[in-house]
């Protein structure tokens, strides 16, 4: 019986909120989530400086990429080595690839943008999509403030790891 009093109480309580919210609960700001769906979609960690991140707008809308900033975090530091500020506009459903300055021309020709410096991981290093107004993470690559310590310094097994590969989200997906 008491358990049905403090029942009754809680549903009382809510109803008298839902009712002083003119019927309807709060709402998230559609800007809350307008970037739910912007990801690092392809890591390409190849030999020397062949190397270049893919971000994908999986949202519904284009994105201004003045917004957002790419970041470096090496070695397991838990604080960015180095970062890019984005620019442009990214329309749903597109890609925009960064790569390394140096990388060969295969890569390059590709990129919207070359980077030697944020674009300059080896494997064991954390990469994240932030927000520029609040330094958010949209989405991260690796795990920022931790160094693999596996042998060769690599995110992932020896089957399926970051070293001189390139790994895709599609693969989460197979």
């Known amino acids: 019986m008491r358990k049905t009093r403090i029942f009754l109480s809680v549903l009382l309580v ?12 709060p709402k998230a700001s559609a800007a809350t989530f307008a970037d739910d769906g912007f990801i690092i979609s392809e890591y390409i960690e190849g030999s020397s400086n062949n190397k270049a991140i893919e971000l994908y707008n999986g949202t519904l809308g284009s994105i201004d990429l003045a917004g957002y900033k790419l970041c470096l975090y090496s070695n397991g530091s838990a604080t960015a080595s180095a970062t890019l500020v984005l620019s442009g506009t990214l329309v749903a459903g597109d890609t925009y690839v960064i790569a390394n300055s140096s990388a060969a ?9 070359l980077s030697s410096t ?9 990469v994240s999509l932030d927000r520029v107004a609040d330094s958010s993470h949209v989405d991260v690559f690796g795990q920022i403030g931790f160094r693999p310590t596996v042998p060769g310094s690599y995110w992932g097994d020896t ?10 989200r599609r693969e989460q997906c197979l």
Do not use: E, K, Q
């Not at 809510?14 to 609960?25: D, F, K, Q, T």
């Open 118 to 126: 944020v674009i300059n991981f080896n494997g064991d290093d954390a």
């Open 159 to 168: 089957t399926l790891n970051t070293l001189n590969h390139t790994r895709s």
């Open 105 to 113: 021309v295969a890569i390059t020709s590709i990129a919207d943008v």
């Open 14 to 25: 809510l109803s008298l909120l839902v009712s002083s919210l003119g019927g309807r609960l």
